[in-house]
């Protein structure tokens, strides 16, 4: 069936250092990825999304890569900031179709 | 406002009640998704409904479950008889490509 698996769980990261998160899915029909941040109590807000015909994606400091053979897309952010401290989503879908959720990372900012 | 809306944003309730929930999309948006969200985890779809016709259900909607889009624009999502378990954010989220969330609805379930 379709999944997301997404690591790691818990990320710590020193103010100005960059952050890593990676995903691999299982479905490769899969055409559409996603990324969201969800901070405490609120709702899920989309960062960047990539399509499957583009391999790299560049928002200001965040970046998205995509490897299509592999199965793997990754969440680059640079200059980390203290509200940079959230929960990160990564996500797949087909068709613009449902979106399917990996488990999260909780990024943390270190002063 | 233009972004998705939901009501009511907290519920609680007794256990074997019913509860229904509102979520009113992006105006022009065609396609309306509902997701459940437990602490801890990523949202999971439940359903979803381009227009007013409903395409896909979960695995994770039991009978107990509806949801309806009777017009192509808001939509309800009902629980029967509600179960301990059933406690979670619900999430509506719309789209015509991308999709954006609503601030959902914090059930508990006592």
């Known amino acids: 069936g379709e999944n997301v698996e997404q690591h790691p769980s818990t990320l710590s990261v020193q103010e100005g250092d960059s952050a890593v998160i990676k995903c691999t899915y299982s479905?490769?029909?899969?055409?559409?990825f996603p990324w969201y941040k969800q901070e405490l109590g609120k709702r899920p807000q989309l960062i960047i999304d990539?399509?499957?015909?583009?391999g790299e994606k560049k928002d200001q400091r965040i970046a998205v890569t995509l490897n299509k053979t592999a199965k793997h897309f990754s969440l680059h952010i640079t200059e980390t900031q203290p509200e940079d401290s959230a929960v990160y989503f990564c996500?797949?879908?087909?068709?613009?179709?449902?979106?399917?959720f990996g488990k999260g990372t909780r990024l943390h900012i270190l002063p | 406002d233009t972004g998705v809306s939901q009501d009511p944003r907290h519920k609680i309730t007794k256990r074997g009640q019913n509860v229904t929930f509102r979520c009113d999309p992006i105006?022009?948006?065609?396609?309306l998704y509902w997701y459940r969200q437990t602490l801890g985890q990523g949202p999971e779809f439940l359903t979803y409904?381009?227009?007013?016709?409903?395409?896909?259900k979960s695995r994770l909607l039991s009978d107990r479950f509806s949801a309806e889009r009777p017009k192509g624009s808001f939509s309800t999502l009902e629980i029967q008889r509600t179960e301990q378990g059933d406690s979670a954010m619900y999430l509506c989220?719309?789209?015509?490509?991308?999709?954006?969330f609503g601030p959902g609805t914090r059930l508990l379930v006592l």
């Open positions: 990539i399509r499957s015909n583009v």
């Open positions: 989220a719309s789209s015509m490509e991308t999709q954006y």
């Open positions: 105006s022009e948006h065609n396609r």
């Open positions: 409904f381009q227009n007013e016709a409903q395409l896909e």
């Open positions: 996500a797949a879908s087909f068709r613009d179709d449902k979106i399917i």
């Open positions: 479905d490769s029909a899969s055409n559409y």
